[in-house]
């Protein structure tokens, strides 16, 4: 008589508790793999606002007390061979591991990758499964960005997106940032548009808004790093023009990049200029060099 093996039985309700995970919990798409062990056993599709839109996560999935006996400091250390590692780092898709605790019926997550992966002194690989990091809603935000690449991917892709923004400016146009920040909102709510300054005595032509929540974090800060391949500075004609007689809080600490107006003492806005600095004129060479070749770059 066949009989079940008990690991198969652990292994399989494993499985289908992470399914539980991803798709009731994350709201997620869940797809297991062949049963041939690669060392991927399924996919997680992100799934954001009711849309699909192709970023997945491969899983290794074990279940099992066993997994949970070796602790760490605030977690378990999970030991996978040299030929996974290999893999799993290779793989044109994030990795991560997850463990099922079966009494405490949870899922715990980690991310395979440089930074999470310990050499022992031994020669081999450990990674450390946190006890904070479960399954469920509270993984949403670190899982879906890691679906979206690793941070090295991440920044090219952000200056691939920006790549006609710095053509503009390669062209000679001129690019301003006007700024709405609603200074008593500890939600930093406020707005970010992009606009072109035609020299017409008009306003900016827009071509790119934003609406943002930045919490305590200073606008003056974080503006510059989200146009990290261009310098910001003052737009000269409208600093020119301003009154700050009713402005109604101290300017003591303002630094080089500060508001021009705050009619209502709710809302202080800026108008700062975008000049393309050395990445964005290093991006814009590379740019050139991987579509058109280097015949073309150089002729």
């Known amino acids: 008589m066949m009989r079940r093996k008990p690991s198969a039985k652990v292994a399989s309700i494993g499985v289908t508790q992470t399914q539980l995970a991803v798709e009731a919990r994350l709201g997620w798409l869940f797809r297991e793999q062949p049963t041939e062990?690669?060392?991927?056993?399924?996919?997680?599709?992100?799934?954001?606002?009711?849309?699909?839109?192709?970023?997945?996560?491969?899983?290794?999935?074990?279940?099992?007390?066993?997994?949970?006996?070796?602790?760490?400091?605030?977690?378990?250390?999970?030991?996978?061979?040299?030929?996974?590692?290999?893999?799993?780092?290779?793989?044109?898709?994030?990795?991560?591991?997850?463990?099922?605790?079966?009494?405490?019926e949870r899922c715990y997550w980690q991310l395979v990758s440089r930074e999470t992966l310990i050499k022992t002194s031994r020669g081999g690989w450990k990674l450390l499964v946190p006890e904070a990091q479960v399954l469920d809603e509270s993984a949403r935000a670190a899982l879906s960005q890691a679906a979206e690449g690793d941070a090295y991917t991440l920044r090219i892709r952000e200056l691939q997106l920006a790549r006609p923004w710095m053509q503009m400016l390669d062209e000679g146009m001129r690019l301003v940032i006007d700024i709405e920040e609603w200074v008593n909102k500890t939600s930093g709510r406020g707005s970010i548009a992009l606009g072109v300054d035609n020299e017409d005595g008009n306003d900016p032509e827009q071509i790119a808004s934003w609406t943002v929540f930045l919490g305590l974090s200073g606008y003056v800060e974080v503006v510059p790093k989200l146009f990290a391949w261009a310098s910001v500075s003052l737009h000269d004609e409208t600093y020119e023009d301003a009154d700050y007689s009713d402005y109604p809080y101290e300017r003591n600490d303002w630094g080089v990049l500060y508001p021009y107006m705050n009619p209502s003492g709710e809302v202080d806005f800026y108008r700062l200029e975008l000049t393309l600095n050395d990445l964005g004129r290093a991006f814009l060479l590379v740019d050139q060099f991987a579509t058109k070749g280097l015949r073309q770059l150089t002729a």
Do not use: C
């Open 37 to 104: 062990d690669y060392g991927i056993d399924a996919h997680a599709e992100v799934v954001d606002a009711d849309s699909v839109r192709g970023r997945l996560l491969a899983l290794q999935i074990k279940s099992g007390s066993s997994w949970f006996r070796e602790q760490g400091r605030g977690g378990w250390w999970f030991r996978p061979d040299a030929e996974h590692v290999q893999y799993w780092t290779n793989h044109s898709l994030p990795v991560a591991v997850v463990l099922y605790h079966p009494e405490r």
